[in-house]
């Protein structure tokens, strides 16, 4: 049996894949802090987990994904306080954009989508036990996690302390005993949005939240830990600090979760995506710009591990990519996929076992279909099996090929009236008079219809 390779940022190695339980394999992904848009590099997250889900259901019976929503944090209050609109219904309207967004991007939506504000009562558990096993402190109504008492902290980041410091970017404040120490539980006095804790009413750190999320809906430990490679530290690295330190196993940080798996940085035209620059996408945008799998296969196109270039050139490519793919499933149109049992060819798969090399399997599907002209059925038939298939894994090519490439549909005349010219095209040639049905033939490509002279008759689309 082929195994699973991918790339652990816990040790920073590839490693085989081995499921801590077969029968039901456990994915965490951090998701979005929801008071505005999600961009690009969201999206990123998003897609490349739901590769990964989609291609573990193909190797295990069962995969649990759980992607939760963060739906306090001091951006919330800020965009809540600017906005004059209640926190709730603000992070209940970015969620439901972002979900609607990701679908749109053929993203599944996580077996489990958890709120943080449905968890306090397990972040507030989870923190006694720190403080329980002097892992934090108390101090003028913080509890903060105490760095230093966790041996293996930086262990996933590779930082060490003096870094580790010059990361933490905050100016320390006086109750902190340590410049790394980050906070469990702060202070949060009406009117800011506020929890009853045994420290008095607060509200939980940001890193807490996944800590408590992902025990209650997986347990422990579980198989991938995943998300944006800028959350590696810190907040990975302190979510690692207090799941281990609050079970007592800070020597064996795989007692959380075993893989860690990251994706790259979006840039876009080159530079960083920021505010400054003013060059943020957002994925609300682009979906009303182009189609959702063009989007999709671009986000797939770069290693997952890679930084990924966003450019409209990029976008063009993968859109020219994608319409060629369809044009083959529709001269394939008649060809049964699933005629005789096939599996997908070796070479092709061979890149998503490999830490899931995306740009690997896309380049073998490209050479595939260059051979489609003088294949014979069977070569067809698997052919297009592999179209299908792999578009299955990666989320595309399951659309109608008519209706992807344009096939009748019209957006600025109506069908009786293409029907109609089409008619009169064909018996001005069959009366020789070539002039007319060439001006017929303009006519309708100044309306954005282009027709295509078949051994069945002519067809039509729209451009
Ligand atoms: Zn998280």
Known sequence: MKTLRIHNTLGNNLEEFKPIDPLNVRVYACGPTVYYYAHIGNARMAVVNDLLI??????????????????????IIAASQKNKIPIKELTEKYTKIYNEDMSVLGVKQPDIQPKATDYIKEMI??????????????????????????????MLSGRNRDEQ????R????????????????????????????PWGLGRPGWHLECSAMSEK?????????????DLIFPHHENEIAQTCAAHKNNDDLKSFAKYWFHNGFVNVEGEKMSKSIG???????LVKEYKGEVLRLTLLSAHYRQPLNWTRDIIKQNSTMLDRFYRTLKDLEKVDAYAEKNEIEERIINGLYDDLNTPKVIAELNMLTNGINNADVKTKQKIKFNLLEIGKIFGILQKNPDTWLGYGQSKNINQDTIERLIKDRNEARRNKNFDTADEIRKKLKKEGVEIEDTSEGTIWRSI
């Open 54 to 75: 989609r291609f573990l259901k193909t190797l295990y019976p069962k995969v649990t994904y759980v992607s939760n929503i963060t739906d306090i944090d001091d951006k």
């Open 125 to 154: 558990n989870l923190i006694e036990k720190l403080i329980e096993n002097n892992f934090a402190y108390e101090k003028d109504g913080h509890v903060l996690f105490h760095v230093p008492s966790f041996k293996n902290y930086g």
């Open 165 to 168: 410091i010059t990361g933490s």
């Open 170 to 197: 905050v100016e320390v404040a006086p109750y902190k005993k340590d410049p790394t120490d980050f906070v469990l539980w702060k202070p949060s006095p009406s009117p800011l949005p506020g929890w009853e804790s």
């Open 217 to 229: 809906t997986l347990g422990l430990p579980f198989d991938i830990h995943s998300g944006g490679a």
């Open 279 to 285: 060059n943020i996408k957002l994925v609300h945008d």
